[in-house]
């Protein structure tokens, strides 16, 4: 039977985690968009194939511009840390825009200390029946990040704006706001973000319009759009087939299945 679950990530980290989740038992799963989030999967049980190659063990997944179809070996079970805007940066060593698209394994990404922190969270046991697991996440990655030393800086705060402003934030007038010039904006944003600001906040809107409309199961999109800064109907569906390859009512609706949850808050929050 299919199991999905969350764990709040240690408070220390919430400004970066929004959260930990969990699944088991999972026969299928959905088409992954094209979208800004990262994240970090580590299997528990069965596999997860992409275009017919098994990915690695535990991998990390970056900005997508193109959509993916995961189907899983066996019945998959994994934990998950769903990292927030341009946050991931703070735990590694390259930028973004080299793990932009692609699938990278956590122990290509973090050597010893990620195969480390894979070997434990699978020894801890599988959820729903441990939050272990969860407490050795706390762990490794406050390691990480110590590892890495990244200071918040002005593109930290660029990225946090375009993604969850991206119908109202001029990339012009963002940089001249942070005392930057555009072209200086420009350049260092696909190292914390992992793509152009254009292309950022392109997908950020896309987001921003389909997410809530499949968290309520609506197809009503059209006022959706609109609030988001397209010009009309017509705008909105040329801009979703460019980005799904389909039309929004192939996608909207209710019982659809996707990758999309409420967001969780920065401040404390009681372990689940």
Do not use: N
Request: glycine share 10%; aromatic share 8%.
């Amino acid at each position: 039977m299919l199991q999905i679950g969350r764990v709040s990530p240690a408070v220390a980290l919430r400004g970066m985690v929004e959260r930990y989740w969990w699944c088991a038992g999972a026969r299928e799963l959905p088409v992954v968009f094209p979208g800004t989030g990262a994240e970090l999967w580590i299997h528990l049980s069965g596999g997860v194939e992409l275009d017919g190659a098994l990915l690695p063990r535990a991998h990390v997944v970056c900005l997508r511009r193109t959509r993916w179809t995961p189907s899983p070996r066996g019945e998959a079970g994994f934990v998950a840390v769903r990292f927030r805007a341009g946050a991931l940066r703070h735990f590694t060593g390259p930028g973004l825009a080299e793990l932009a698209d692609r699938v990278v394994s956590a122990e290509e990404l973090w050597g010893r200390l990620g195969s480390r922190i894979v070997e434990q969270v699978a020894e801890a046991g599988p959820p729903p029946g441990t939050t272990a697991w969860a407490r050795l996440l706390d762990r490794g990655l406050e390691e990480l990040r110590r590892s890495h030393g990244r200071e918040e800086s002005r593109v930290d705060v660029a990225v946090r704006r375009i993604h969850t402003r991206p119908a109202t934030t001029r990339v012009d007038g963002l940089a001249r706001e942070l005392g930057l010039t555009t072209r200086q904006l420009q350049r260092t944003f696909p190292e914390a973000a992992g793509a152009t600001p254009k292309e950022f906040q392109r997908l950020a809107r896309f987001r921003s319009v389909v997410r809530p409309l499949l968290l309520d199961g609506r197809t009503d999109y059209t006022q959706a759009a609109l609030d988001a800064g397209f010009y009309d109907q017509s705008h909105f569906i040329r801009e979703f087939r460019r980005i799904t390859g389909e039309p929004p009512m192939a996608v909207l609706g209710r019982g659809r299945s996707h990758f999309y949850y409420p967001s969780l808050p920065r401040g404390p929050q009681t372990r689940r």
